[in-house]
């Protein structure tokens, strides 16, 4: 497939896990790329990896913290200088925060993790909607979780962000239809990358792998999914041919979110 041959697409939390597997998607597909994270070791990673799939793939690194909104604007503002638009947006970075009942979860951490998971979206939303409203086409794809759907539990902080992040792509994509932009969500169950490794360590400390397979047992599936099967989702859902599909959350969890 070729949907993004000359289409522009920027990629938040893109130095691991989903970011990464997204954006080896996109690459696939001819996506001139604007990668942003926190850590410039992963982005390197991602663009050595983005080379060995396509050699002549245009990749723009971006070193910056979506917390940040100046930064949040440096992106944005980097990107339509180098490219001049902006088709799609993965606006996906994101920390799980530390697990802890709400009593003790801890006001500092509440905060830290709202402000990267939420704030972190509504700041690319922001930025990247005034560029897309101009150009009067568009396609945003936020990263919620099953955790912002159902409770999940230990998880205030991330709990009460990826809740917002469904609303706010809810409100956003009923007021940008008009001008041509669709906006959903993606609402991962638990994928395999580096955040669930760490997830699993809080449960089960070195035996994080025994963990995972308890874990695991409760899904219908009975495994965790891939990064690159949300890439594939990502990638479907940024492109033209989910034009139509707006203000959606899309579970990718294996049927976890329906199960009593
Ligand atoms: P990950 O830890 O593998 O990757 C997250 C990336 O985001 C990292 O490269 C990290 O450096 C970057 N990042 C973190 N804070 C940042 C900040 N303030 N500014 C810029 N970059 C920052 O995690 P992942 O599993 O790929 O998670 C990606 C997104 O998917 C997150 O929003 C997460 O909440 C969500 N999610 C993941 C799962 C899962 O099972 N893996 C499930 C549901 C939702």
Known sequence: MNRFENKVVIVTGAGSGLGQAASLQLASENAKLVLVDLSLEGLKETEEKVLAISSNTEVLLVKANVADEEAVKGYVDATVEKYGKIDAFFNNAGIEGKQNLTEDFGTDEFEKVVSINLNGVFYGMKHVLKVMKDQGTGSIVNTASVGGIRGVGNQSGYAASKHGVVGLTRNSAVEYGEFGVSIKAIAPGAIMTPM???????????????????FVKGNPMRRFGKPEEVGYLVAFLLSKQADFINGVVVPIDGGQSYKY
Not at 199 to 214: F, T, V
């Open 196 to 214: 669930v490794e760490g997830s699993l360590r809080q449960i089960g400390g070195d035996d994080w792998e025994s963990a995972g397979k308890e």
